[in-house]
C-alpha cells in the first residue's frame, strides 16, 4: 500500500483470492492420511481376497484400516478447519481484516472492512485503488508509516486515517498490521485489522474544540494562540516573510454592558467576533484573549503596509451598526500592530509590543489602527499627517498612474492594463496600500478618486487617438473604484461625461470594484453598475476570494470579468508545502471553472512565475497581470514598450 515499492526482488507467487492468513499443514502431512487410508482399504481387499479362511490376518488388516480411517477422517477435517480459519477471520471479525502484497500491490480487504466504507465484496483488489479513496491529508502520513515498517524501522505498523466511504463521506479508521518476511528480511506480506474510529475521532475533535475555543464567541482561545503563534513565526523565519500581530481592543465596551446589560453585551461581542472573523482571510487567526480583546495573526505578508490594509478592513466591520430591537449601537475599535521581525522575534515580545501600541492609539482616541514604532516610517504612522499630506498631495500633483498590462494567456497578446494610483511623497514613494485605507476613512478618495478616472480616460483616449488604428484595438483601461466613490449618486454620470467629452467608447474602459462596493448601503451602487453596464463599461470584481461573495450571487450583479486575489495565485508557487499546493489548485480550478459556467472573464492576478502561468494555462485561466510580465509601469514607459 505504501506508494513507493520497497526495495525486495519481485515475488514469484501471486497473493492468491482466498489465502489463508493461518499457515497449513506442510504437504506431507496433507496427503499422508489419504494415502494412509487408500493403503489399509487396499490391503484390507487383497486380504479378503487372499486370505482363504486366515482371517487372523485380515483382522489385523482391518484393524489397521480402522485406525488409517480414524486418523484420515481427523486429519482431513483438520485440513478443512485451516482452509476455513481464514473465511471465519475475514467475516466474523468485528473490525476488518487485510493482507497485502508489498511487491505485487495486490490487495485482499475483508467483507467486512468492505463493508465498513460500503463498497461491495471483492473490491478495491490493489493499493492503488485503496491510496485513491485515502483522504489526501493523510496520504503522505500513511506512505510513512507503510515504509517505516517495510524497512523494519518499526516492529508494526499503525497509522489513523480518513478513507472515503461509498456515499462520498470521509471514516476515520485505524490499522494495524505487521508483515511477514523472506529469509532475507524482505517482506513479501502485510497483513493486518482496521477498526473503525470515526465517533471517537468526533468526540476528540469536539474536546479539542472545547478545550480550544470560546463559548461566547465561537472563536478558538489563547490555547490556540500558543500553538499558531511559533508556527507561523517558524514558517516566516524560513520563507523571510513577515508576520503581523494584530492586537484588537474594543473601545468603550464596558459602558455598552454598564448600561444595557450583560446579555445584550454578550450578544454584540458575539457580532463583533463573527465580523471581525469574516473580515479575515481563511488563512489568517484570530482568537478572543478575554473580555472585549481579540489578537489576530497574519502570516505571510510581503509587507508592514498589508497589516495596516487589515487593521483598516477590521475596523470597518467593527464599525458596522449593532441592531438590538429598534435600537442600533455603533461600536469603534482600537487596533495595535506588531511586525516580525522588525518589532520582535518570538511570541512574547511581539504580544507585548502589539499590546502596547494597542494603547498608544486607544489614548490618542481609538478607532485606529497603531503601529509599534519602528515598524512604518514615523510619519506614515500618524494618520493626521497623511490626511493633511493627502489633501495638499491633489493641489501639488503628487499622484500619477501605473499602468500594468494585462495578458491574453492563450494568445500572449495585450488584452488591457490596470492603472494603479501612486504617491510622490517628496523623496519617497508611498504604497497606495498604506494611505488608500486613510483617504477612504476620510473621504479623500473621492476627489483623488475621480481625478484616477479622470487621467486614466483621458490617457486611454489619447493612447486611442495615437494607436488605436494602427493597432487594432488598444488595451482597455482598467480603473479601480472605492466603495466610498459610489456612495453620494452621480458617479455613472460623471464617467459617462468624462467618455463623451474624450470620445472614447466605453467598452475601452473597465471599473474594478470591490465586494465592499455591493455590501455597503450608502447610495445606490447597484443601479449605477447596471447603468454603467447598460453604456458598454466593462466592470470587473476585484480581489475575488477574499470576502464573501458565492458566485451564485454574483449571477445577479452586472459584472463580466472575476479577477482571482493574488493570494490565491501566491499559493500555486511550486515551493509552498505541497498540501497547500494541492489546496490552492483546487480552489483556483473551482473558481475558473464555475466562472465559466457563469460567463465570466477570469483574470489571474499577481502571476510571478512561469510555473504559475503553466497551471493558468491548463486550467483554462483567460488572462493574467503580474510581475512575471511586468510590474505596473509610467505610461510613457508602458506605452514604449507596448504601444510603440
Ligand atoms: P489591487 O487592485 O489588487 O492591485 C493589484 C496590486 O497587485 C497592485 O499593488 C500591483 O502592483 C500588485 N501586483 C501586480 N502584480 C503583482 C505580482 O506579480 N506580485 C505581487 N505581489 N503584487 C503584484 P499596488 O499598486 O500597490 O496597489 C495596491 C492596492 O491599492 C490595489 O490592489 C488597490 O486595491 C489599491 N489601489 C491602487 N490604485 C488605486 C486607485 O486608483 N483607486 C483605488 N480606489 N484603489 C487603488
Ligand atoms: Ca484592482
Ligand atoms: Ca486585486
Not at 505504501?2 to 515475488?11: D, F, H, I, N, R
Not at 460500503?118 to 478495491?124: F, R, T
Not at 492503488?128 to 503522505?140: F, T, Y
Not at 448601503?521 to 447596471?530: K, T
Amino acid at each position: 500500500m505504501a506508494s513507493q515499492p520497497p526495495a525486495a526482488p519481485p515475488a514469484r507467487e501471486k497473493l492468491p483470492k482466498n489465502r489463508p492468513l493461518v499457515s497449513a499443514p506442510a504437504p506431507l502431512g496433507r496427503v499422508l492420511p489419504y494415502v494412509l487410508f487408500a493403503a489399509a482399504l487396499v490391503g484390507a481387499a487383497l486380504t479378503v481376497v487372499f486370505s482363504q479362511g486366515h482371517y487372523g490376518l485380515s483382522w489385523l488388516t482391518l484393524a489397521l484400516f480402522l485406525a488409517a480411517t480414524l486418523v484420515g477422517a481427523r486429519e482431513i477435517a483438520r485440513l478443512r478447519q485451516a482452509a476455513h480459519v481464514h473465511e471465519l477471520v475475514m467475516e466474523g471479525a468485528h473490525g476488518g481484516i487485510w493482507a497485502w502484497n508489498p511487491v505485487t500491490k495486490k490487495l485482499h480487504a475483508s467483507p467486512r472492512l468492505l463493508a465498513i466504507l460500503g463498497y461491495p465484496e471483492n473490491s478495491l483488489t490493489d493499493s492503488e485503488a485503496w491510496l485513491a479513496l485515502m483522504h489526501p491529508d493523510d496520504v503522505a502520513r500513511y506512505s510513512r508509516a507503510v515504509a517505516d515498517h517495510l524497512k523494519g524501522i518499526t516492529d508494526h505498523f499503525y497509522c489513523e486515517y480518513r478513507v472515503r466511504h461509498h456515499n462520498g463521506d470521509y471514516r476515520w479508521i485505524a490499522s494495524r498490521g505487521i508483515a511477514v518476511r523472506n529469509r532475507h528480511g524482505v517482506a513479501t506480506l502485510m497483513a493486518g485489522s482496521v477498526t473503525e474510529i470515526t465517533e471517537r475521532k468526533q468526540d476528540e475533535e469536539r474536546i479539542h474544540y472545547l478545550a480550544h475555543h470560546d463559548q461566547l464567541t465561537g472563536l478558538p482561545n489563547r490555547l490556540l494562540l500558543a500553538v499558531h503563534l511559533p508556527q507561523a513565526l517558524r514558517r516566516a523565519k524560513r520563507e523571510g516573510s513577515r508576520v503581523a500581530v494584530l492586537f484588537v481592543d474594543l473601545d468603550r465596551f464596558k459602558n455598552i454592558n454598564d448600561s444595557l446589560g450583560h446579555n445584550v453585551g454578550d450578544r454584540i461581542l458575539h457580532t463583533a467576533a463573527g465580523r471581525l472573523r469574516q473580515a479575515l482571510r481563511e488563512s489568517d487567526s484570530i482568537v478572543r484573549q478575554g473580555g472585549d480583546e481579540f489578537i489576530v495573526i497574519l502570516s505571510d505578508l510581503q509587507s508592514s503596509a498589508q497589516a495596516a490594509q487589515v487593521g483598516a478592513k477590521l475596523l470597518e466591520a467593527v464599525a458596522q451598526p449593532y441592531q438590538e430591537g429598534d435600537h442600533a449601537f455603533f461600536l469603534t475599535a482600537s487596533i495595535g500592530v506588531a511586525v516580525y521581525p522588525d518589532d520582535g522575534k518570538d511570541m512574547d515580545t511581539l504580544l507585548r509590543n502589539a499590546d502596547t501600541a494597542m494603547y498608544a492609539g486607544k489614548s490618542a482616541g481609538g478607532n485606529t489602527v497603531h503601529f509599534y514604532t519602528g515598524a512604518l516610517n514615523e510619519r506614515l504612522q500618524s494618520r493626521v499627517y497623511v490626511e493633511r499630506r493627502l489633501h495638499q498631495a491633489l493641489d501639488n500633483g503628487e499622484f500619477s498612474l501605473y499602468y500594468q498590462p494585462q495578458i491574453d494567456i492563450a494568445s500572449g497578446r495585450l488584452v488591457g492594463a490596470e492603472a494603479l494610483l501612486r504617491w510622490h511623497d517628496g523623496e519617497q514613494m508611498v504604497p497606495p496600500d498604506s494611505f488608500i485605507p486613510i483617504a477612504e476613512e476620510s473621504g479623500l478618495i473621492v476627489p483623488i478618486g475621480q481625478w484616477v478616472l479622470d487621467t486614466a480616460i483621458a490617457q486611454a483616449a489619447a493612447w486611442h487617438r495615437a494607436w488605436g488604428e494602427r493597432q487594432g484595438l488598444p488595451p482597455r483601461i482598467a480603473i479601480n473604484l472605492s466603495a466610498r466613490q459610489f456612495w453620494g449618486g452621480g458617479l455613472a454620470e460623471h464617467i459617462l461625461e468624462r467618455l463623451g467629452a474624450e470620445g472614447l467608447p466605453a467598452s475601452a474602459i473597465e471599473l474594478e470594484i470591490t465586494e465592499s462596493v455591493l455590501l455597503r448601503q450608502e447610495g445606490d451602487s447597484l443601479a449605477e453598475l447596471r447603468r454603467l453596464e447598460g453604456s458598454g463599461l466593462g466592470l470587473s470584481l476585484d480581489d475575488f476570494g477574499t470576502g464573501y461573495s458565492s458566485l451564485s450571487y454574483l449571477r445577479l450583479l452586472p459584472i463580466d470579468t472575476l479577477k482571482i486575489d493574488k493570494s490565491f495565485i501566491a499559493a500555486l508557487d511550486e515551493h509552498t508545502v505541497e498540501a497547500e499546493t494541492s489546496d490552492a489548485l483546487a480552489i483556483v480550478r473551482a473558481i475558473i471553472a464555475m466562472a465559466h459556467s457563469l460567463n465570466f472573464q477570469v483574470v489571474a492576478e499577481g502571476v510571478e512565475s512561469t510555473g504559475q502561468l503553466a497551471l493558468l494555462r491548463d486550467l483554462n485561466c483567460d488572462s493574467y497581470q503580474g510581475y512575471l510580465e511586468s510590474r505596473p509601469l509610467p505610461a510613457a514607459e508602458f506605452a514604449a514598450r507596448y504601444l510603440g
